[in-house]
């Protein structure tokens, strides 16, 4: 079933938020493994914000990515 | 506290600093006193000593800059992305940004460059990103008063570069609270339009029937208007007012706002002179009355009529037999009063007049 937009404007800001700051690989790797890709990275942001470790796109975990930030990866290099 | 991969850190203790250019939001001097104020944080701290250029290449190049910047890490308009920072290294390492799109003041009304900058210069002297909610290097923007650093950002400098040998009498911020902390007691509870907020130093954990985790945030990241210490709050309904108190001062917030006219005296409501403090504040949904409980004695005030109740104060002990203590907080659930104190909470059956069950005061954190 299509997403309804707003559901795809979520979408594509948790992946712009997660290739900035948790190093999601960028670019079309297969549907089944960037969906792999994409719900560990964001059980690895909710696990940095003390959020429930779920792997979902919840309210909690939208609402930390629209808040105003560092411009700094949480992890890595 | 986290470092960067391989503790990234500038190998001498004189660092040297240049700023480019300047927004046109603030004077060059402020400008210049927030990142010098900046700057003096972390070497309040370190043996770490900073030498302003104005020419030449410095350590750590200061610049204002709007979407791609020269660095191949574009900004993004207002809000989102506020600054970034290069860790310590030749060439860009150090290099410190700011993003022109946003609005940058000395104060709370929009973003502060002094609290951003000292964020931002701990990542050029370092320091990555912290997990704890309370430190300077946590990397969501929150606007704070007072000395930025907490131990969590003291003892990760520290880590890199040693302490200060003559060190200034600086008092950090204690990290926060954490929720499953055996010993863990409560400033406050109230309830908030279904959802439960109970109040532990300088932070608020949220809890809401659907959200399984409790959200631990800073009190002035929501309410910037009321202090750091809250003692007690309660929620009146009917009205859609939480009322806080701290010390002999009391607030009304409508959610995010805080009601006209107040602060206000807490002797407004009738308290006698004398009672400095407000430990806890229950409202009775059955009653309409609120309780204020003070040391050994507890009030009720009639929030229907603004006046409090004759025959008042009385006596805890007596009215809530198996209460024999001071209470931190109160909540009011379905005809059961909980009562916290320390690291224990009581759970009060009005019909039975009796504690009816025992249990840790963070068991309602899902400890």
Known sequence: ?77 | YNHFPRNLKWQNNEVTFRILNYTPDLKKTDVDRAVRNALNVWSDVTPLTFKKLHQGNADIMISFGSKEHGDYNPFDGPNGLLAHAYPPGQGIGGDTHFDEDEHWTKDSSAYNLFIVAAHELGHALGMSHSADPGALMYPVYSYTTGYPLAEDDIEGIQALYGPNPNPRKVKPKPDAPNKCDPMLSFDAVTELRGETIIFKDRFYWRLHPQMPEPEQTLIKSTWPSIPNKVDAAYENPEKDVVMIFSGIRMWALNGYNLVDGYPKYIHKLGLPKKIRKIDASVYIRDTGKTLLFTDEDYWSYDEATGTMDSGYPRSIEEDFPGMDDEIDAASYHYGYLYFFHEHMQYEYSYTSRKVIRIMRTNSILNC
């Open chain 1, 1 to 77: 079933v299509p997403l309804p937009s707003e559901d795809k404007d979520d979408l594509l800001l948790a992946e712009k938020y997660l290739r900035r700051f948790y190093g999601l690989p960028a670019g079309l790797q297969g549907r089944q493994r960037s969906s792999v890709a994409f719900q560990s990275k964001i059980k690895e942001m909710q696990k940095f914000f003390k959020l429930k470790v779920t792997g979902n796109l919840d309210d909690n975990t939208l609402d930390l990515m629209k808040q105003a930030r560092c411009g700094v990866p949480d992890i890595g290099e």
